[in-house]
């Protein structure tokens, strides 16, 4: 995600660097959009098609990001108040109300410069219904096109030869034709083929990233420092030679790390102590991410791999973009985002993390706003506990109200659970 | 507060009827499907959760489709709850405490039709639960294209008939399908019957009963539905009803997680009559018969009528129709003064549709209320007192002020 | 005497718990003090400290055994009460100075001409009266002293105001002011004056028996306490005040305390005034997994205080009304914030008081059912614990419940001082710390006490 730290050590990462200049600069095309005649199209985070956006030269906006951008500055309160007092009910996605508390406020983004009005909304009906209300609401404000791409949800954890046929077909008549409308010109299918050998290739360093968690320590954070690593490949750069370059650098960086035995940056400096890894479950809270973040920092608890990170694409179980089969590997792609996975498959993906990657327990943040996510979490508690035979923590929060953010009850929580697996530690080394 | 038509009571033509309606709706222990099974041998009972689901396919291969709508409000939830965040409606609680204290032991198969992500996720937990049992997602299209979407539902239907066949479902015939879409038809022109007499004369028809005689249809086939429809119909045409100066509103939102029964006869002892609703929504999916031309392929004829003529519910996408429309329409048909939103708590579909239906009867001056509820609801103080003031305004004002 | 301190700083009380090396419990103490965390500890410490001198009298006395007679053994629970009385009078002492001072505060000379004259005749009233409270546990209502002084105060300001006509809320007002810096002001207490104080109050004459009992006090008081580990537990918005390493999670210390009173306990529950907690153990008292209801205090104590308000009742009253119940009326919420309407509602329709807090019961059981069901469900023993564990009606509903869902082969613990759970487990952590070596490091609030004690103090 576009994020930045507050709190550096005091020489950044070349590949730290990179993306903040990146991210910058998408949003200051955004910002000229208008005046340039370029096109904007906003779309979801979970089935983005990033690369058929920017062959067409439109560009793409993620109000998802921008909600969370709104959560970790602190805006997203007001924003949320202002939806609420427009009739939205408090019981949904805080996300939707942040965007349409911001759109209420003169929709200024992130860098704090005006967002584009889109010219089409592509309703990316990946892995959350909400996303199609979403877009219903925001067609209300903006009266501008919408193309619907439904993604079917993989309920038995494997894509079937209908799910795909369904999807490409969308893409073929549907959704490309609606982006060509919009960008006055025809696809070229060389280019994108040419861009998803671009994403295969950002795909590979990145896997090798999450992979560098095996080792003791883990040079990474699979969570906290995680979404800094998602950023480019889940929002507007998949696909790009800047991608490239930034995994390429990123990857370095961290065999690097693993070479001199460092584990992962945190708020506080380097992490000194692996005193516990763990896998996460489960979206981070924005409103008080750093907070959070030192929540286990500080306890010495580094999260080797996570869930949330796969949101935007699942890379690690061995899907790449195939320039040789374009939309077959769109959709293939689209189908395979964590949240369009049936629970039994995501079940078993955190078995697989927590046994891979060696974890002493797994927590799962339990977010109000998300029932994607959320929904029978606590099955997945117990089933896992049960497979593993290492504990479950469980914390509850939200994405981006304030309101929801316990910061005691959820330290209380957190603490006890480590001292517990703590205390299961040395009792198994005894 | 208006005094009720004198219905349900001795002297009432309808009132045995209304009694095994009510029998039927709240057997929590599926007395009728187990009758059912009974004296069909070898044949299979497949429940779904609310919405909607192709009932005439289900038929057609020998199956007894039963609507599963949780627990109500009789169902003490024990381990239900121990599944669920409390920022979760209550169906998905009631119903896994259902299947886990056994009552649902008797279904061959449940459907879970995507209606919203906790349904979603509810037939992961199904398959994780009870892997054994026969639990299939239903992914209803939300392409219209009957090349596109149509495709692909069509598929999705022939998976599940595929996968209860291997259950021991009949295998799927055109022929029977045909014979199921056309009782469908019936039963559904029947229902139309009954909405219509409810709307224009809901003095003779409390939405309350006309409420319990589409629910009973839930564990009852086409066929049997249509003729105990017709009873009630018949019934009800015999009774002594005197007109009352009630507001005829319509109710949104309820078409999941049902709201109790009493929170029905408390909007309505308010002093409105509820001349549409979307409670029972399972049942009226698709607007008018499903369309069968000679030589068509039936299956397609079931997945192009969903596609073309499904009913802009909280859970379909707008396309490319104006949000609202369907509800103004609705309301002018019905001849109604107002509309109750009444939602579930935390449910998605509804809630979020909710702003966007209000401004558009904002846009038409149409006056609206909004309230939510659980399915075990107990205590409907709060809730009479804004119907009644509501009924009031509407009334005195023609407006909700 | 060496012993380890167990502090748990709960959200409305603050307990502490001493164990000696082996890990018998040598004294247990308790405040409500509202005060800050700091002076909160030091209080509840200081409870335990007193409460350990009379373990250790007690133990004294029965090793003079054979000399005593049952009337001096008897005499250490008049002692004790003496004792509290003695207290109760200095802390008397303290808020009369603090009363004065507030009123030296005062902007007119008139109101304070007007008020030291009365707030004196409520004050000499409460120190005349004073001796009956302390006949006995049964005596009083509390043990606390905001509760006690606040109850007389009350009395006293109802009669001083209407017989010299002044206004009862500004009498009773100076009370409210004065107490809030009484209980933060960290006093050192010169226990050896006081306990001999209290032993002459009890001994009129000279006889044997006396001079036995003199005795033992005077062995006793001189016996230093050598406190070698402090551990901390509890959580709330403010950091505790102890260094991070002698911290350890209110919930394993819960789990481990339940574990010590009951060793065959498996899984706990405990309903506090604002939350409710699940927890697993396993044979040797480790947590192997809990879970909280903390967001919200549906189901909780403080549910039942909303509730017991609204029907005009004490807390301690709705147990037993409920259970004289003819039918369980069917609540389906506990939301505190519809507690009052949905109450309300059900008197109403004609429901009788005990039925509808039949149903009330049920439901918060019902939640707390939900809520070890999630923790992974109910193991033999199980144990309750927490404020609500007093109340009748919720054990006998959990019995109900654990008999239906669970088979009555499960044992059900509930003991009457559950509430010192938590520190007793905090304690036990403590000479984990000592057998292990790990040096103890003074908490502030205990630097404070021992820079501030007089000579033969604490």
Avoid at chain 1, 235 to 260: C, H, I
Wanted: aromatic share 8%.
């Amino acid at each position: 995600m576009s994020t930045e730290k507050n709190t550096e050590p005091a020489a950044k990462d070349a590949s730290q660097l990179r993306q903040k200049r990146m991210i910058a600069d998408h949003f200051e095309r955004l910002s000229r959009a208008k005046e340039e005649g370029k096109k904007v199209v906003y779309t979801f985070v979970p089935g983005n098609l990033t690369e058929l956006i920017r062959s067409l030269d439109l560009l793409p906006v993620l109000p998802e990001i921008n909600a969370l951008q709104s959560g970790m500055r602190k805006l997203s309160g007001a924003y949320i108040a202002e939806a609420e007092k427009a009739g939205h009910s408090e019981d949904v996605c805080t996300y939707v109300k942040c965007d349409i508390g911001m759109m209420k406020s003169g929709n200024i983004g992130p860098t704090g410069t005006k967002l584009p009005e889109p010219d089409l909304l592509l309703l990316s009906y990946t892995g959350c219904f909400t996303f199609m209300k979403w877009f219903e609401l925001l067609r209300e404000e903006y009266n501008c096109p919408v193309v619907m791409l439904h993604v079917p949800y993989q309920p038995d954890g494997r894509i079937t030869d209908e799910m795909r046929k369904y999807v490409v077909d969308q893409l073929e008549r549907e959704v490309i034709p609606a982006l060509e409308r919009v960008a006055g010109k025809k696809l070229d299918m060389n280019d994108l083929a040419r861009r998803l050998e671009l994403s295969h290739r950002a795909e590979d360093d990145l896997v090798a990233v999450w992979e560098s968690a095996r080792n003791r320590p883990s040079p990474i954070d699979g969570y906290f420092g995680g979404v800094y690593y998602i950023g480019p490949i889940f929002s507007a750069f998949r696909g790009t030679e800047d991608a490239v370059a930034y995994y390429s650098e990123l990857r370095a960086e961290v065999d690097e790390r693993v070479r001199q035995k460092l584990g992962p940056t945190t708020p506080d400096g380097l992490a000194m102590e692996e005193k516990f890894r763990l896998v996460v479950e489960g979206p981070p809270n924005w409103t008080n991410f750093h907070d959070f973040w030192r929540m286990f920092s500080r306890e010495g608890a580094t999260v080797v791999s996570s869930t949330y990170t796969r949101v935007g694409g699942l890379y690690d179980t061995g899907f790449r973009h195939n320039p040789e089969h374009p939309l077959d590997s769109l959709a293939d792609y689209c189908l395979g985002c964590y949240t369009n996975l049936g629970l039994p498959s995501r079940t078993q993906l955190l078995e697989r993390y927590i046994k891979d990657y060696q974890a002493d327990g797994f927590l799962i943040n339990s977010v109000k706003s998300c029932n994607s996510f959320s929904a029978g979490q606590l099955l997945v508690l117990r089933e896992l506990e049960k497979r593993t035979g290492v504990p479950g923590g469980f914390i509850e929060s939200d994405l981006v109200d304030p309101r929801y953010f316990g910061k005691a009850n959820i330290e209380n929580r957190l603490q006890s659970y480590m001292q517990m697996l703590d205390a299961r530690k040395g009792k198994v080394a005894s | 507060m208006n005094d009720q038509p004198s219905t349900g009571a001795a002297g009432d033509p309808a009132a045995e009827l209304l009694t095994r309606a009510r029998r039927l709706s709240d057997d929590l222990s599926f007395g009728a499907v187990r009758d059912w099974k009974a004296g069909h041998p070898g044949r299979l009972a497949v429940g779904y959760m609310p919405i909607y689901a192709p009932r005439p396919l289900l038929e057609a291969i020998g199956c007894l489709p039963v609507a599963v709508f949780g627990g109500g409000d009789q169902l003490d939830i024990i381990r239900g709850d121990s599944y669920f965040q409390s920022y979760i409606c209550h169906i998905p609680r009631s119903k896994v405490e259902l299947a886990v204290s056994g009552r649902l032991d008797l279904f061959d198969g449940m459907l879970f039709p995507s209606i919203c992500d906790v349904i979603r996720n509810l037939g992961g937990m199904w398959a994780m639960l009870f892997p054994d049992r026969y639990g299939a997602y239903l992914d209803l299209p939300q392409n219209f294209d009957p090349e596109l979407g149509g495709r692909f539902y069509a598929g999705e239907l022939r998976r599940i008939a595929g996968g209860l066949r291997e259950r021991g479902a009949l295998p799927l015939d055109d022929d029977a399908l045909r014979d199921a879409i056309v009782r469908e038809n019936t039963r559904r022109e029947v229902l139309e019957e009954l909405d219509e007499l409810r709307c224009r004369e809901p003095w003779r028809v409390r939405a309350s009963e006309a409420y319990l005689v589409a629910r009973a249809g839930g564990v009852l086939e086409a066929d049997a539905h249509t003729k105990f429809i017709r009873e009630f119909l018949d019934a009800a045409r015999e009774r002594e009803a005197r007109v009352y100066d009630n507001v005829r509103v319509v109710i949104r939102g309820s078409f999941c997680e049902q709201p109790p029964f009493g929170l029905i006869k408390t909007l309505e002892a308010a002093g409105c009559d509820i001349v549409d609703d979307d409670f029972q929504l399972g049942l009226r999916s698709i607007e008018g018969p499903i369309q069968l031309e000679e030589g068509q392929d039936p299956l397609d004829a079931l997945a192009r009528a969903y596609v073309l003529n499904g009913a802009p519910t909280a859970s379909r996408y707008i396309g490319e129709l104006v949000k609202g429309a369907s509800l103004i329409k609705q309301v002018r048909n019905a001849n109604a003064e107002g509309v109750i939103f009444a939602a579930a708590s935390f449910c998605d579909p509804a809630l979020l549709d909710q702003p966007m239906l209000e401004a558009a009867l904002d846009r038409e001056k149409i006056p609206h209320t909004s309230l939510k509820f659980s399915e075990n609801t107990g205590q409907f103080q709060v809730i009479r007192e804004q119907a009644g003031a509501f009924s009031d305004a509407v009334k005195l004002w023609g407006s909700a002020a | 005497m060496r012993c380890v301190v167990g502090i748990d700083l709960g959200s409305t009380t603050t307990k502490a718990v001493l164990l000696d090396e082996q890990g018998r419990v040598l004294g247990r103490g308790i405040t409500n003090s509202r005060s800050n965390y700091e002076v909160a500890c030091a209080v509840a410490r200081e409870e335990a400290l007193t409460a350990a001198r009379f373990t250790m009298l007690e133990r004294e006395l029965e090793k003079r055994a054979a000399l005593a007679s049952g009337k001096v053994v008897a005499a250490k629970d008049d002692l004790s009460e003496a004792f509290r009385l003695e207290l109760y009078l200095d802390q008397l002492a303290e808020l009369e100075d603090e009363i004065a001072r507030v009123l030296r505060s005062l902007t007119y000379v008139g109101d304070r001409s007007k008020l030291q004259p009365a707030v004196d005749e409520v004050l000499g009233g409460m120190k005349s009266d004073a001796p009956k409270l302390f006949v006995g546990a049964g005596a009083r209502k509390s043990d606390f002293f905001r509760d006690l002084a606040g109850t007389g105060f009350m009395t006293g300001a109802e009669k001083v105001s209407a017989d010299r006509e002044i206004s009862f809320e500004r009498v009773v007002g100076l009370f409210d002011r004065a107490i809030l810096d009484v209980e933060t002001q960290l006093k050192p207490r010169d226990f050896s004056a006081l306990l001999k104080r209290a032993a002459h109050r009890l001994i009129v004459d000279e006889t044997p028996d006396a001079s036995l009992l003199l005795g033992a006090v005077e062995a006793v008081i001189d016996q230093p306490i050598d406190e070698t580990s402090f551990v901390g537990t509890g959580y709330g918005r403010q950091t505790l005040p102890f260094p991070k390493q002698a911290v350890r999670s209110e919930i394993l210390c819960h789990g481990r305390g339940a574990h010590r009173v009951f060793p065959g306990t498996r899984t706990v529950l405990d309903i506090g005034g604002q939350d409710t907690k699940a927890i697993q153990v396993d044979d040797q008292g480790v947590v192997t997994s809990f879970q909280m209801n903390d967001r919200c205090a549906a189901g909780c104590g403080r549910y039942l205080g909303y509730i017991a308000d609204e029907l005009n009742l004490g807390l301690h009253e709705l147990g037993p009304l409920a259970l004289s119940a003819q039918r369980v009326v069917k609540v389906n919420s506990t939301c505190t914030v519809f507690a009052g309407a949905e109450l309300r509602e059900r008197l109403g329709l004609g429901e009788r008081r005990e039925d509808i807090l039949a149903g009330l019961h049920r439901s918060i059981m019902l939640r707390a059912m939900s809520l070890l069901a999630r923790s992974g469900g109910i193991e033999n023993e199980f144990t309750f614990t927490g404020g609500v564990c007093k109340n009748a009606m919720a054990t006998k509903v959990l019995r109900e419940l654990v008999d239906e869902n669970y088979g009555e082969q499960i044992t059900l613990n509930a003991h009457p001082d559950s509430i010192y759970m938590g520190a007793l487990g905090a304690a036990l952590f403590g000479l984990d710390d000592v057998e292990a070596g790990r040096p103890a490091v003074l908490p502030t609030f205990v630097q404070a006490a021992v820079e501030a004690a007089p000579a033969g103090g604490q």
